[in-house]
């Protein structure tokens, strides 16, 4: 009973424009998906130099 006046208590202390300022998970998904596809492309990058750099040897 103590831990829910407790836990009542610290929620009221929440202001709700703080919550609405907090980024939502699709928001950091959608960052983390967009550095998996820089990463994949800089290294198909790297990989296709490399590979050029092979052949006109």
Not at 31 to 57: G, H, K, M
């Amino acid at each position: 009973m103590t831990a829910a006046a407790y836990a009542r208590d610290l929620v009221n202390k929440i202001l709700p424009n703080k919550v609405e300022a907090e980024r939502k998970p699709n928001e950091f998904l959608s960052d983390a998906y967009e550095i998996l596809e820089n990463i994949e492309c800089i290294e198909r990058n790297r990989y296709l130099s490399e590979l050029t750099r092979w052949i006109t040897q």
